[in-house]
């Protein structure tokens, strides 16, 4: 699913470490195999179910696109980033992320989805989850920005299709190899903390 030609301002280029001249790396986009949906689905229940259905919605997605929903067993996951004991600051594990990355990349150019948790709140709801993920996205597709490097994802979270797939929803890609970046549908900033291992059914 990689994108033969870069639309990024640069020219594309056939170098040994990627297809665009701007970013030297290759571009994926899977939206034409893989579809966005809404979490607020009445086949999860009630508003109250759906309020927190992000994971079975990004499950969904995925078994739509061919694989298995994800494990939550630390072996099948990077745990990316976690809060402190205080729940006052993120501390991104560079080791961990660098490897999630490369594994994204390697998901994408076999044409699959990938989902990740992200934190958008310190100390959310009391810390959920492993006290630190408060919500769950669809990666889709890679690209640059002027050379800064993106992961553009679905975001399950809003009732409004142009917003939860629109192509501002961008996770840029750090210095400490962290994914940072805002969701269209109301401008909260994510930070990727868990990328699920994909499972073929």
């Known amino acids: 699913m990689k994108i033969k030609d870069c639309n990024c301002g640069g020219k594309s280029s056939n170098s040994a470490a990627g297809n665009c001249a701007t970013c030297h790396e290759d571009h994926y986009d ?3 195999t ?3 949906q809404t979490q607020f689905d009445a086949k999860w229940g009630n508003t109250q179910a759906q309020n927190v259905a992000c994971k079975k919605t990004c499950d969904d997605i995925l078994n739509k696109a061919g694989l298995a929903s994800t494990s939550k067993v630390d072996a099948d996951k990077y745990q990316t980033a976690l809060e402190n004991e205080k729940h006052t600051s993120l501390i991104i594990n560079s080791a961990v992320s660098k490897q999630a990355i490369e594994y994204i990349n390697s998901q994408l150019k076999a ?3 990938v989902q990740v948790g992200v934190d958008h709140a310190l100390n959310y709801k009391g810390g959920i989850n492993e006290g630190t993920t408060d919500h769950f996205v669809v990666i ?3 690209g640059c920005d002027g050379g ?3 992961y ?3 975001d399950v979270g809003t009732r409004h299709e142009d917003k939860g797939s629109s192509t501002s929803n961008k996770l840029f890609l750090g210095s400490d190899s ?3 970046g805002a969701t269209a549908y109301n401008g909260q900033n994510y930070t ?3 990328v699920r291992k994909n499972k073929k059914k």
């Open 148 to 150: 800064k490097i993106y």
């Open 152 to 154: 553009r994802f679905y």
């Open 192 to 194: 990727v903390t868990q």
């Open 34 to 36: 893989v579809k966005w």
């Open 30 to 32: 899977v939206t034409s």
């Open 140 to 142: 889709i597709g890679k």
């Open 111 to 113: 044409g699959n989805p």
């Open 178 to 180: 962290s994914l940072k």
